[in-house]
T-cell receptor, first 110, second 113 residues
Framework: QKEVEQNSGPLSVPEGAIASLNCTYS??????FFWYRQYSGKSPELIMS????GDKEDGRFTAQLNKASQYVSLLIRDSQPSDSATYLC??????????FGKGTTLSVSS | ETGVTQSPTHLIKTRGQQVTLRCSSQ?????VSWYQQALGQGPQFIFQ???????GRGNFPPRFSGLQFPNYSSELNVNALELDDSALYLC????????????FGPGTRLTVT
């Protein structure tokens, strides 16, 4: 059973702080890794993709991948109240399906 | 660039009925995937369509079926609805060479009573 695990939260951070979201996956053959943001009542929005070990930065977002530890993380710098949402980690094993975690709820207080 | 669209937005059905949900892929995308998202859960893969054929299927019973049309739009059909089918149904489109990079539509909220 391929699994993706996330801490459900809620993760609460003050405005301007760094939010750190973590994800582990069970299938060592996984090749592609994604972070989606989902606002309440809306559909998931792709915000980051990462395919190789190391860090990938895009604006205030940094994705980190460690395949040896089967670990993916998302850092959000200078967190804003508008970042308050559920963050979904998704993994693909060179197949068709994305396997999602249950998501971590982030709350940024002003 | 036109994004993924889905219809209807909301739907209420009775147990045992049948339902059809529709999806139009993002312009330039030829692959469509369907997911079911129950409340408080991550999306679960139902199936994917490419070139009008099913290209992968998750752990869903045969009463979940689909179609893809020549213009890459797609339908999800669910027969003999059960209460547990109540969920947000998400369509995602992608290109076949990057089928793992999927962009979601707004979803259809299905309630089965």
């Amino acid at each position: 059973q391929k699994e993706v695990e996330q801490n459900s939260g809620p993760l609460s951070v003050p405005e301007g702080a760094i939010a750190s979201l973590n994800c582990t996956y069970s299938d060592r053959g996984s090749q592609s890794f994604f972070w989606y943001r989902q606002y309440s009542g809306k559909s998931p929005e792709l915000i980051m993709s990462i395919y190789s070990n190391g860090d990938k930065e895009d604006g205030r977002f940094t994705a980190q991948l460690n395949k040896a530890s089967q670990y993916v993380s998302l850092l959000i710098r200078d967190s804003q109240p508008s970042d308050s949402a559920t963050y979904l980690c998704a993994v693909n094993q060179a197949g068709t399906a994305l396997i999602f975690g249950k998501g971590t709820t982030l709350s940024v207080s002003s | 660039e036109t994004g993924v669209t889905q219809s209807p937005t909301h739907l209420i059905k009775t147990r045992g009925q049948q339902v059809t949900l529709r999806c139009s892929s993002q312009s330039g995308h030829n692959t469509v995937s369907w997911y079911q998202q129950a409340l408080g859960q991550g999306p679960q893969f139902i199936f994917q369509y490419y070139r009008e054929e099913e290209n992968g299927r998750g752990n869903f019973p045969p009463r979940f079926s689909g179609l893809q049309f020549p213009n890459y739009s797609s339908e999800l059909n669910v027969n003999a609805l059960e209460l547990d089918d109540s969920a947000l149904y998400l369509c995602a489109s992608s290109t076949q060479d990057r089928s793992y990079e999927q962009y979601f539509g707004p979803g259809t909220r299905l309630t089965v009573t």
